[in-house]
């Protein structure tokens, strides 16, 4: 799944102080965008499945690795993607969930790119994520007979203390890893609340252009322009994959679901 994608990330963006730059200002886009970008490469280059694909787990999270990767973004090095369209699936779905005792479940769900076939008698449709290999032969995430398709899902719990503090996923296929990167950002760097952490304004890298939800100024895109990128403004004001979460804070739990989709939080008396 993409969970090595949004570690990637995140120890990328561990050499930045990112909770001292304006949210959603054009220092904090356009390294969000480079730190992005080199996420997509890596995972173009290297994930699939371990059974065919020896996936390099341990260097693409190191230090010394990321550190390497944002060395590069402070010299100012911008980086190219290579890659074909990226269909994102529209169906998946999360849900997040702690109870009284401090169990905690993300669970993300998906039927990728569903076929429409349901087998007689068993009631389930079959999902079509064939079609989310890379068509490009001799690559990480090719298709091969019996290989299994890398997923987009990165369902999180993060620990302090060993005790879950966050609880949070979401679908949105390739938009999963960085969304889930900035709402973790959001938390932890910003100290947002939930409700206000998975609302905040997105934006996603994952090609060379960067995607901003319509809620960036435009004062801020034409700035990030004028440095030489290609921004393309989504229609949504809340875009790119649909982050829900539970922050529990003191032992009291306080969830927040993205205004995009039809989630909601709540809590269920026992």
């Known amino acids: 799944a993409s ?42 280059r290297h994930l699939g499945d371990p ?32 890659r074909v369209d990226d269909r994102s699936p529209r169906e998946t779905t999360h849900i997040s969930v702690v109870d009284r005792e401090g169990n905690a479940v993300a669970l993300t769900h998906t039927l990728g790119s569903p076929s429409g076939a349901i087998t007689d008698g ?15 032969p001799g690559r990480a995430g090719s298709l091969a ?7 987009s899902a990165a369902p999180t719990i993060v620990f302090k203390d060993d005790r879950p503090v966050i609880v949070m996923g979401a679908p949105g296929g390739s938009y999963i890893a960085p969304s889930m990167a900035q709402g973790l950002m959001n ?10 952490a998975v609302a905040a304004p997105r934006i ?3 090609s060379n ?23 393309k403004r989504s229609w949504q004001s809340y875009a790119f994959a649909a982050l829900h979460g539970i922050k529990i804070e003191d032992g009291v739990c306080r969830g927040g679901a993205d205004p995009q989709r039809d989630g909601m939080a709540m809590a269920v008396p026992a």
């Open 122 to 136: 068993l009631g389930f449709m079959y999902n079509g994520t064939m079609s989310r290999f890379d068509p490009r």
């Open 204 to 206: 996603v890298a994952v």
């Open 209 to 231: 252009t960067i995607d901003v939800s319509n809620r960036i100024p435009r004062y801020v895109t034409e700035e990030i322009e004028g440095r030489g990128y290609e921004v």
């Open 51 to 82: 059974a065919y694909v020896d996936v390099p787990i341990g260097r693409l999270l190191s230090r010394d690795y990321c550190g390497g990767l944002a060395a590069e973004i402070k010299a100012g090095l911008r980086a190219r993607i290579e």
């Open 145 to 151: 007979p019996g290989k299994r398709r890398a997923s």
């Open 187 to 196: 938390l932890i760097d910003f100290d947002m609340s939930m409700p206000e």
């Open 3 to 44: 969970g090595i994608s949004m570690l990637q990330l995140l120890h990328i963006l561990a050499h930045f102080d990112v909770g001292a730059m304006e949210h959603g200002g054009a220092e904090h886009i356009v390294l969000l965008s480079e730190a992005m970008k080199r996420m997509t490469i890596d995972k173009d």
